[in-house]
């Protein structure tokens, strides 16, 4: 199963880039044997869109065919191992691709937000959305890594 991570705002060279290239790589590598990957990301300029309605549709076009999961604050929380389930379940139905939506500054669009299959949370505080997509790819690296049952989720 195909994942793309679609996100508003470019990462600048830095830590946050670093952590994001390490997270994809032990993804890929671990999440190829487990029927998931690639990962990929996809940067959108948020010169170039204005306005969340702008953000939306530029978002849409490079999200895949298949699931959508939108990343906001009022999501639903998930425990690491119920995500991991999660991505499994959805795997194991056949679905060829899973899209993560992370929107610019102000959040999503409600009518992308509204027709996502998860609205997912990464807790009740509000995070910069450059990092949240570190903690995104950490998080399906570490879903990866349980499914494997490695030992870098412990309990």
Same mark, same amino acid.
């Given at each position: 199963m %195909? &994942?793309?991570?679609?996100?508003?705002?470019r990462l =600048?060279? /830095?830590p946050?880039a670093?952590?994001?290239t390490?997270? @994809?790589?032990r993804f890929?590598?671990?999440?190829r @044997?487990?029927g998931? /990957?690639p *990962?990929?990301l996809v940067e959108i300029?948020e %010169?170039k869109? =204005? /306005? @969340?309605?702008a953000?939306?549709a530029a *978002?849409? =076009?490079a999200?895949p065919e298949?699931?959508?999961?939108a990343?906001d604050e009022?999501?639903r929380q998930?425990?690491?191992p119920d995500?991991?389930?999660l &991505?499994a379940? $959805? =795997?194991?139905?056949g679905r060829?691709?899973?899209?993560?939506?992370?929107?610019g !500054?102000?959040?999503?669009d !409600?009518g *992308?937000?509204?027709?996502?299959?998860?609205?997912l949370?990464?807790? !009740?505080?509000? $995070?910069p959305?450059?990092?949240?997509?570190?903690?995104?790819?950490?998080?399906?690296?570490?879903?990866a890594?349980?499914?494997? /049952?490695t030992p870098?989720h412990?309990t």
């Amino acid at each position: 199963m %195909r &994942l793309v991570v679609a996100a508003i705002g470019r990462l =600048r060279p /830095g830590p946050e880039a670093t952590m994001v290239t390490d997270y @994809r790589t032990r993804f890929d590598g671990l999440g190829r @044997r487990l029927g998931l /990957g690639p *990962l990929d990301l996809v940067e959108i300029d948020e %010169r170039k869109v =204005r /306005g @969340r309605p702008a953000e939306a549709a530029a *978002l849409a =076009r490079a999200l895949p065919e298949g699931l959508l999961c939108a990343l906001d604050e009022h999501g639903r929380q998930l425990a690491s191992p119920d995500f991991a389930a999660l &991505l499994a379940k $959805w =795997r194991d139905a056949g679905r060829a691709a899973a899209g993560f939506a992370i929107g610019g !500054p102000d959040g999503l669009d !409600p009518g *992308l937000r509204d027709r996502a299959d998860l609205v997912l949370s990464l807790g !009740p505080m509000v $995070w910069p959305h450059l990092l949240v997509r570190v903690m995104l790819t950490e998080q399906l690296y570490r879903a990866a890594a349980i499914l494997a /049952g490695t030992p870098y989720h412990r309990t």
